[in-house]
């Protein structure tokens, strides 16, 4: 591949991540660095390296201990013959140690390759053999058993286990053993020469790819590509960032709570090298299901998530509104009143007395709910919908979406924080070349959106150069000039804004030659409230279907102000008519926001919902489709049998044919 380095770009990124680390230190040393709580891990540093936070509440690391840490650690990992250029898998769920070990183990020369916390034994193998890992740090005992079945097939010599363990093999080690060791023989001129030693275009990690569509592939990331990628984000949303006053930005000050997988490179990156970088505080959340209770506690003033989490924050939120002395109406009329407030640039005396009416029963307890100071909220890792966007901002709580992919280490582009504009992912970020393959698609482009559209090709810094150990691969993701073919289809606004259409691979081509984005039907779906789920099928066929999961809950209530009865049981409930019937209405209703080739003509219920325990949605809460298509292949055969559907599936008035 052509050379991407300093030579094109200067020196942005022309540090290490250890070096990055170690300035943040220098400069932010008696700043509050992490948070961590107790009595969610049995850790074997409480007591030894760390204190023991009070079960239920946040302790607080300084910069300067957190180095001590990091630095300790670092020696450890020589000590039991960790060195340069080896690759140590980690294993655990996002928490104050994996970020610790991460540091750890670059400032040891070490390539971090990441395995997910959910990983079965079978993707822990692949996840570990495929880049030779010749160590492993898990989480717990339980993930250490999940390599010992599979440790015939790896290489791994050393086990490190972040909590105390009740293994005696002498290959296992604590991370407080590790620590200990390294306390022992840390020398401070030793452990600046092992940074010194590394190169901004060394190997740092290898990310795997989350198989949406194949076996995960390594994405090789430098030093550099992480540093210029921070930088790249600082100068937009940084102390650097050329903004109004008053408008917030991310900076020693920012507080945010870490509860994606530090295993992906979008929280790795936002919420790991990007605010360590910078020197703000990093809190680290029990799980997902104690969001509520953690924000209330840390008071985050930026936090970063997927579309996925922020559409669960928004059912909540609908849930305790209509549960409490607010009321489903009132809760509707707020939402259409913020939306309303968030699209009108000079908002009439009118709106204003509704928008401070609805600011006060509904938005300022999400505000409180969410800990009383987010500044700003930042969505990758998916599309968000436009709608939805709306109404965040119009709760004073302003969501910034952009986009990225692991092969940049991730970000490419982001909404700015002076001018951000719903319904598309921003801007470039500087310092990466733009462009776009306009020959990617047939004749007909994906209408809707004024612009060029094409697939995304990017250059820049923070790009890869490409895959570990599959140089067809690589060869393949790049045109003659160096360019990284991403793989998706986005439409350049003559503003200069982006918008997201759909991954290539995943267009549907319609046997009438019309092209279909799937994203954009599943999102008009899923914004509907009876529906949890939706994948629109439709390559090579007539017209577009899907399968639908339901949301049983909401549609319990659907039925219940209908006079109606369904039944309770998810099996039951999807082959139930009058279930069908009231999702036939919610998908008559998605399908007045699109256009006629993109209407739903026929779908089936699904009883089971799409995760990660069954294999249908990756860590990153990404559709695995086609492991989807495969599952139900009877029901999609359904969905195009003319004679299964004599008399059924008329959605929207028409029947298959219609078009």
Known sequence: MPDQGVETYGEIGNQTLGELFESTVETHGDRPAQ???????????????????????????????????????AAGFRDIGIGPDDRVGLFADTRMEWAQCDFALLAAGAV???????????????????????????????LLERVFAVEDDVPVEQYV?????????????????????????????????????RDP?????????????????????????????????????????????????????TQTVSYLPLAHVFERLTGHFFIFSLGGCVAYAESV?????????????????????????????????????????????????????????????????????????????????????????????????????????GMGLPIYEGYGLTEAAPVVTTNPIEQPKVGTIGTPVPHIDFELDTHVLPEENLGGVMGETGELLVKGPNVTDGYWDMPQATADAF????????????????????????????????????????????????????????????????????????????????????????????????ADDTAHGLVEQAVERANESLESHETVKRFELLAEGFTEDNDLLTPTMKKVRPAIKERYADRIGRIYDE??????????GQTADDD
């Not at 004679?643 to 929207?652: I, L």
């Open 161 to 197: 286990v972040m909590d105390e363990t009740e293994s005696d093999r002498e290959d296992v080690y604590g991370l407080a053993e590790v620590y200990e060791r390294g306390d022992e023989v840390f020398d401070e001129p030793r452990y600046r020469t092992w940074i010194a030693e």
């Open 201 to 253: 275009d060394d190997l740092a990690s290898l990310v795997y790819t989350s198989g949406t569509t194949g076996k995960p592939k390594g994405v090789q990331l430098t030093h550099r590509n992480f540093a210029a990628n921070a930088a790249q984000c600082e100068a937009g949303y940084g102390p650097s960032a050329d903004l109004p006053p008053g408008e917030p930005r991310i900076d020693a000050s």
């Open 35 to 73: 948070r961590y709580k107790g009595g969610v891990y049995d850790r074997s540093l409480a007591g030894v390296a760390v204190d023991p936070a009070p079960d239920g509440d946040f302790a607080v690391l300084s910069y300067d201990e957190m180095a001590g840490v990091v630095r300790r650690l």
């Open 289 to 393: 299901d104690t969001l509520k209770e953690d924000f209330q506690s840390v008071e985050p003033t930026v936090a970063t998530s997927v579309p996925r989490v922020y559409e669960k924050i928004y059912d909540a939120i609908r849930e305790d509104a209509e549960e409490s002395a607010v009321g489903e109406r009132v809760f509707e009329w707020a939402v259409d009143v913020g939306r309303r407030y968030h699209r009108e640039e000079l908002p009439g005396v009118p709106l204003r007395a509704k928008y401070a009416v609805a600011d006060r029963l509904v938005f300022s307890k999400v505000r409180n709910a969410l800990g009383g100071n987010v500044e700003m909220l930042v969505s990758g890792g998916g599309t968000l919908s436009k709608e939805l966007a709306e109404l965040y901002h």
């Open 479 to 574: 045109t003659d000039d160096g360019y990284f073919r991403t793989g998706d289809i986005v439409t350049q606004r003559p503003d200069g804004y982006v918008v997201f259409r759909e991954r290539a691979k995943q267009l549907l081509v319609l046997s009438t030659g019309k092209n279909v984005a799937p994203q954009h039907v599943e999102e008009a779906m899923e914004n509907r409230p009876e529906i949890d789920q939706a994948m629109a099928l439709g390559d090579g066929e007539k017209f577009v279907g899907a399968l639908v999961v339901p949301d049983v809950d909401r549609l319990a209530e659907r039925a219940a102000d209908e006079g109606v009865s369904i039944p309770g049981d998810p099996e039951r409930l999807a």
């Open 112 to 142: 971090v390759t990441t395995v997910y916390e959910s990983s079965s034994p079978e993707q822990a193998r692949h996840l570990l053999a495929d880049p030779e890992a010749t160590a492993v740090v898990v989480e717990n005992d339980d």
């Open 643 to 652: 004679q299964a559907f004599v008399g059924e599936g008329r959605v929207g």
